[in-house]
């Protein structure tokens, strides 16, 4: 029996909809069976007959029943999934935090102090300044009713390749730079039109973020590892006949070195011979505490073999979900002739916003900024790790960048990371060559300067004895 409550504050024809709903999935309305007309479901229930429709509709819209002309509505079998009910997974699954309600996700510890991420530091950006810029956007109103262009608005694009130029020594064009939202973005797009040109295998740099192997491996390339600032880091491509490498050279590793000009040679020359391309990921070129940032790989390349990868994210907050490319001709105009298949999924807003603060000065002034934050951050940061961590452990301060190194011998990296998560830190340990050797990249921009040494300490603590 239906029962209705005119004070529930639900209207009158979702009840009966719920009502209905609940009868045949307990069975009590049996599949091939017909509901009572429209006109005798709201005499039974003292409504209207067009309340009894609106429920029946969307009951026929998700599939329980199905109209018929000049018939009563049929009763449409509902297919039960398989398997048990929450409460018996739950107790086959204790380690996984599930209800019927929510979503299934592993039980994991809190992370207290995240030394593996180079979050930006919330005490290096000027909201209301940013907020300012967002406010110009906005007034744009007729641009902001559109998609935005394919490539990324002209203005962007435009204040991009000045700076490249002027900054990095990227040899662009506002033509040939493309405006996407965010790396990961980049990345499938890269991968897509380079498996178009029948490329198969990739190399990647071991600090590559952790979602570049994934996104490889998801398009179907194979995959390899690899350091590149290693001696026989070209014959290994060679042997491997890799295609696609991976790379940050101006990213400095554990130990602060960039790539090197010889290796950056080699490299180029490796790609020429080899026609492969280079992706060259300058995600914190900008973050170099001294002298001027090196000149980029895609600067030197002269076969247009390199892809150039860049993004705001260590500058502005990573919430800005905006990156850029600097293609070469090729995939460029692979990029034209199947333009159909991509859209631009990037703020228009965001997009408009970073180009006026480009055009004001402002990215210049925000980089002078967090260079000299960072730096005196870095200092702080690299002392507390010498005075907790002790002589055991050798700690090289960054040149540049938001991350520490740290390296020790005939300990497993593997229990350091867990030592490190079982007292609530998160750290980064990289593979090495050397087998004897450990190498631990720790980040110092995510936590805030009042924290930092408690957060050493309790790392410290957690690796005592090891």
Not at 208 to 216: G, I, L, T
Not at 386 to 406: K, M, N
Not at 409 to 421: K, N
Not at 449 to 460: D, G, I, K, P
């Amino acid at each position: 029996m239906i029962v209705l409550d005119a004070n529930a504050g639900i209207p009158m024809y979702e009840q009966v909809y719920e009502a209905v709903k609940v009868h045949i999935e307990q069975g009590l309305y049996r599949p091939g069976e017909r509901l009572p007309s429209i006109r005798s479901m709201a005499a039974q229930l003292g409504v209207s007959k067009i309340t009894v429709e609106q429920a029946y509709l969307q009951l026929a819209t998700e599939g329980y029943i199905q109209a018929h002309k000049k018939a009563p509505y049929e009763v449409l079998e509902i297919v039960q999934p398989l398997g048990g009910d929450c409460d018996t997974m739950m107790q086959n699954h204790p380690t996984w935090n599930m209800s019927c309600e929510g979503s299934l996700s592993p039980v994991k510890s809190p992370i207290l102090y995240n030394f593996a991420t180079g979050a930006m530091d919330p005490e290096g950006f000027d909201f209301k300044r940013w907020k300012r810029f967002i406010g110009y956007a906005l007034r744009d109103t007729k641009r902001l009713m559109t998609y935005g262009q394919l490539e990324g608005e002209p203005e962007l694009r435009s204040a991009l390749n000045q700076y490249l130029q002027q900054a990095r020594g990227v040899r662009a064009t506002v033509d040939r730079i493309l405006v996407t939202s965010g790396t990961l973005n980049s990345l499938q797009m890269i991968v897509s039109l380079l498996q178009r040109q029948g490329k198969s295998k990739v190399a990647l740099d071991r600090q590559s973020p952790s979602f570049a192997k994934a996104v490889w491996k998801d398009y179907g390339f194979s995959v390899l590892e690899l350091d590149m600032r290693s001696p026989g880091r070209i014959h290994t491509l060679q042997k491997a006949q890799i295609d696609v490498v991976y790379c940050m050279p101006s990213h400095g590793d554990s130990m602060g070195r960039i790539m090197t000009i010889q290796e950056r040679m080699e490299l180029l020359r490796w790609a020429q011979h080899k026609e492969a391309y280079i992706i060259e990921d300058d995600y914190d070129s900008e973050l170099r505490y001294y002298g001027k940032p090196v000149l980029s790989l895609q600067g030197m390349d002269r076969n247009d073999c390199v892809i150039y990868m860049g993004t705001p994210s260590k500058v502005l907050p990573p919430s800005i979900r905006l990156s850029y490319l600097v293609l070469p001709i090729t995939l460029y105009k692979d990029f034209h002739s199947h333009r159909k298949d991509y859209g631009q999924s990037a703020s228009v807003l965001e997009q408009l916003a970073w180009a006026m603060y480009m055009n004001a000065g402002e990215w210049n002034k925000q980089i002078r900024r967090l260079r000299k934050h960072y730096l005196e951050k870095s200092k702080y940061f690299t002392s507390l790790l010498r005075r907790y961590l002790g002589d055991t452990y050798e700690v090289v301060a960054p040149e540049g960048g938001v991350y520490a190194g740290v390296r020790l011998r005939y300990v497993d990296g593997e229990q350091l990371a867990l030592r490190a998560l079982a007292s609530a830190c998160d750290v980064k340990v990289l593979d090495t060559v050397d087998t004897d050797m450990v190498e631990v990249l720790l980040s110092f921009s995510g936590i805030p300067t009042c924290e930092l040494e408690r957060a050493v300490q309790v790392l410290a603590k957690a690796w005592k004895g090891l």
